[in-house]
């Protein structure tokens, strides 16, 4: 299981650490994912993190803002996100797969997802 917190309202240039805990099983060994949903629109990948913590990837949308990171001792991943724009805003999911994919219908397992809205 995969339970996603953090969110929140915050002003245009504000920062906010999302943050994926797991349970259940062991997600040691997966690829963690965040990805992002507004009303209307397909789910899109926000970061993605390999299951050592040494390869991450980022949206072009998100890249030099956001920071992604995992603790497998603690289970936990977690997504830092500084200088959050308007266009930010959206419901944020964390999942997990075995290989690294941006797509999210690829994507086994996912966290119930925690509001962002960012306010001009």
């Known amino acids: 299981q995969l339970q996603a917190s953090g969110g929140g309202s915050v002003q245009a240039g504000g920062s906010l650490r999302l943050s994926c805990a797991t349970s259940?099983?062991?997600?040691?060994?997966?690829?963690m994912g965040w990805f992002r949903q507004v009303p209307g629109k397909e789910r899109e990948f926000v970061s993605s993190?390999?299951?050592?913590?040494?390869?991450?990837y980022y949206a072009d949308s998100v890249k030099g803002r956001f920071t992604i990171s995992r603790d497998n001792a603690k289970n936990m991943v977690y997504l830092q996100m500084n200088s959050l724009k308007p266009e930010d805003t959206a419901v944020y999911y964390c999942a997990a797969e075995r290989i690294h994919t941006t797509d999210p219908y690829q994507y086994d397992y996912w966290g119930q997802g925690t509001q962002v809205t960012v306010s001009s």
């Open positions: 993190i390999s299951w050592s913590g040494d390869k991450t």
């Open positions: 259940g099983r062991s997600f040691s060994f997966y690829v």
